[in-house]
């Protein structure tokens, strides 16, 4: 991600604006310190881009699972 000084950011703005529209975010620095993330709004954080299985491994499913308590709750409906 491109990083640009606050200086440069406000002689470009119109410029760097209409990349993050296509997707290409940047970061504004002060003094060579970043200071805020610029992206388009539709685009999502960073750290919700890959949540797509992201669990995939840490538990497992029982092969019974849509019948766990059949009968309990058969019993609730008094069938």
Known sequence: MESVN???AKTR????????QQ????IIAKAGKPMVRVTPIDSPAPE?????GFLAGEFR???????MAEQEIASMFGV
């Open 6 to 8: 606050i200086h440069e």
């Open 13 to 20: 703005l119109s410029q760097l604006i209409a990349r993050a």
């Open 23 to 26: 997707g290409e975010g940047f």
């Open 48 to 52: 919700q881009q890959r949540r797509l």
């Open 61 to 67: 499913v029982p092969d019974d699972f849509d019948r």
